[in-house]
Nanobody, 118 residues
Framework: QVQLVESGGALVQAGGSLRLSCVAS????????MGWYRQAPGKQRELVAK???????NYTDSVKGRFTISRDNAKNTVYLQMNSLKPEDTAVYYC????????????WGQGTQVTVSS
C-alpha cells in the first residue's frame, strides 16, 4: 500500500510563494502520473497540476504561469512551487497518483493547508 505525506503549507500574503512537497512510500513501483489537488472550504476537490513519468505536465487554467509541478523520482517526491499566490488559492492541498483512467486512486493523506491573505 502507498502512503502519501504532504508538507509545506503555510499562511502567506498575496503575491508570496510556497513550495509544497509530497513524499510517497510503500508499494510505489509502477506509479506514473502524480498530481496535486486542492479543496477549498465548501468546494469540491479539484486537480491543480499533474506530472507524467517522462516529465510532461498539465495545469488547471487558474494556476498556469504561477505554479510549477516537478518530481524527484530518486526521492519519491513530488513538488509544487507556487508563486504569485492569490487569496483564491487558499485550500488544503493534497497529492495523489492516477490509475489507468486518469482518476486519483491512492489513499488521501491529511493534506497541507495553504492560506493566502489579501
Amino acid at each position: 500500500q502507498v502512503q502519501l505525506v504532504e508538507s509545506g503549507g503555510a499562511l502567506v500574503q498575496a503575491g508570496g510563494s510556497l513550495r509544497l512537497s509530497c513524499v510517497a512510500s510503500g508499494s510505489i513501483f509502477g506509479i506514473n502520473v502524480m498530481g496535486w489537488y486542492r479543496q477549498a472550504p465548501g468546494k469540491q476537490r479539484e486537480l491543480v497540476a499533474k506530472i507524467f513519468g517522462g516529465g510532461l505536465t498539465n495545469y488547471t487554467d487558474s494556476v498556469k504561469g504561477r505554479f510549477t509541478i516537478s518530481r524527484d523520482n530518486a526521492k519519491n517526491t513530488v513538488y509544487l512551487q507556487m508563486n504569485s499566490l492569490k487569496p483564491e488559492d487558499t485550500a488544503v492541498y493534497y497529492c495523489n497518483y492516477e490509475g489507468l483512467y486518469g482518476f486519483p486512486i491512492g489513499p488521501w493523506g491529511q493534506g497541507t493547508q495553504v492560506t493566502v491573505s489579501s
